[in-house]
């Protein structure tokens, strides 16, 4: 936490009670619905008013909005990680396998944050991420306080156009094809397996991305 002295106390302020919220709201979802947790009850827990809820989050959905930016914000980092050691479809299995631990840790977050993305019709624009509250976040995370903000989509992409480079799928391989295969799988497998033994998530997406690459190399040669 050594970068955490640049910042002001304002900021720094800023930064621990949006992600002292955003802890009261993941444990919560482990247990019950996001809509089981009223404003009220929510502040009382962070020990702020119901104003300054307000101040940082115009509505409670927003909360789950934010986890979202967060763990897509990790999730970017590691592949970044990973697309040093390894390129192509290694890159997005190693991903995967990263998103597998993580939603074996915290189910009910991956549920809310499902729920959301299916109701989020207008793509709404996720609430922006400090630097002050990266540092705080990610504290064991180098690098990340100035990574670009790009979406897990962006990263999905580079590390197929990648795999089409290296020759590991077809040159004729249809991208937006591809992406919708890896982003069905990426929540459809946690969306099925959520109430069964979240174990199954890790092996259960290794199949399936087996099947997808294995699709994409047919789907090719026709």
């Not at 720094?12 to 009261?24: D, G, M």
Request: charged share 20%; net charge neutral; with cysteine.
């Amino acid at each position: 936490m050594a970068t955490t002295p640049r910042y002001s106390l304002r900021e720094r302020k800023f930064a621990r009670t949006r992600l002292s919220l955003a802890e009261i709201v993941t444990h919560h979802l482990e247990n019950a619905p996001l809509d089981s947790l009223s404003v009220k009850a929510l502040c009382e827990r962070a020990q702020i008013s119901e104003a300054t809820f307000f101040n940082y989050f115009p509505r409670k959905d927003d909360l789950v909005a934010y986890l979202d930016k967060l763990w897509s914000l990790e999730l970017n980092w590691y592949g970044r990680q990973a697309a040093i050691q390894q390129q192509g479809l290694a890159v997005i299995e190693a991903l995967f396998r990263y998103t597998a631990i993580q939603v074996q840790k915290k189910p009910g977050l991956m549920g809310e944050i499902i729920a959301y993305e299916a109701r989020d019709r207008d793509r709404t624009p996720r609430p922006a991420i400090t630097p002050a509250e990266r540092a705080l976040a990610f504290a064991d995370l180098p690098g990340i306080v100035e990574l670009e903000d790009d979406s897990l989509e962006v990263v999905l992409r580079a590390a197929l156009q990648q795999a089409i480079d290296r020759g590991e799928l077809p040159a004729n391989t249809l991208l937006p094809a591809a992406m919708v295969g890896l982003v069905s799988i990426f929540y459809g497998v946690p969306l099925a397996i959520m109430h069964g033994n979240q174990a199954n998530i890790g092996p259960m997406y290794r199949q399936q991305l087996e099947i997808l690459w294995s699709g994409l190399r047919a789907a090719a040669g026709n």
